[in-house]
């Protein structure tokens, strides 16, 4: 069965500073990976995505995840946060013939201080 | 226009009514999916419909009806409603055709209920 661990459910960094956000996944076949993003009091909002092809996936907002099989993980990371960064932020797999349903990670809160 | 709207954005009501939340999207999607985000933000599939036909149920309570009219419509209504029913429930849609489970979902944008 599908599964998805979201290390640490808060993460606090400065404005500049790296974010890193981890994600490992289980699954019994190739999986599709996922990073979502949420506003306070909106809906999600892809990120990222990784299918097939290459490992290191670029995303909107500066983001970028790697997909590593060996791992089993697909860590989200930016070079520099920036304040509007702050928000809740989703790994989630899918798989072939799964009717492309979504299993979420528990969330990370991500904050950025001044 | 909005991709994926949902009515009513907020719903408070006592326990034991009966309350439906409606979701339509307009991308030409042959998926429709509910999800339910509890307190704890957790996110959990309920159901899925592709094109008008259940594929997904997760094991959710009965009182929890789906019901699609076409594949640009997928309303949620729940009878007997109770506390734990309190959450924000999330419409999506995506295009699945052919076993395809990598196109990205688009979310509408919540409804929260909220059950006295």
């Known amino acids: 069965a599908q599964s998805v661990t979201q290390l640490g459910s808060h993460v606090s960094v400065s404005e500049g500073a790296l974010v890193l956000l981890r994600c490992n996944y289980s699954?019994?076949?190739?999986?599709?990976l996922f990073w979502y993003v949420q506003y306070p009091n909106q809906g999600l909002q892809l990120l990222l995505k990784?299918?097939?092809?290459?490992?290191l996936v670029k995303g909107i907002n500066g983001f970028e995840a790697e997909f590593k099989k060996s791992e089993t993980s697909f860590h989200l990371t930016k070079p520099s946060a920036h304040m509007s960064d702050a928000a809740e932020y989703f790994c989630?797999?899918?798989?072939?013939?799964?009717?492309?349903?979504?299993?979420f990670g528990q969330g990370t809160e991500l904050s950025v201080k001044p | 226009d909005t991709a994926v709207s949902q009515t009513p954005k907020y719903l408070v009501t006592q326990m034991g009514n009966d309350k439906s939340i409606k979701c339509e999207q307009n991308?030409?999607?042959?998926?429709m999916y509910w999800y339910k985000q509890d307190s704890k933000k957790f996110l959990k599939i309920m159901f899925s419909?592709?094109?008008?036909?259940?594929?997904i149920n997760e094991t959710v309570p009965n009182r929890f009806s789906p019901k699609s009219p076409d594949k640009a419509h997928l309303n949620l209504h729940i009878n007997s409603l109770e506390l734990g029913d309190s959450a924000v429930y999330f419409c999506?849609?995506?295009?699945?055709?052919?076993?395809?489970?990598?196109?990205?979902?688009?979310f509408g944008p919540g409804t929260r209920l909220t059950v006295l």
């Open positions: 991308l030409g999607h042959d998926t």
């Open positions: 419909y592709n094109n008008k036909e259940l594929i």
């Open positions: 999506a849609s995506s295009q699945v055709r052919g076993g395809l489970a990598g196109n990205e979902q688009f």
């Open positions: 989630a797999v899918s798989e072939y013939n799964q009717g492309g349903k979504l299993i």
């Open positions: 990784y299918t097939t092809g290459a490992t």
């Open positions: 699954s019994s076949v190739p999986p599709y």
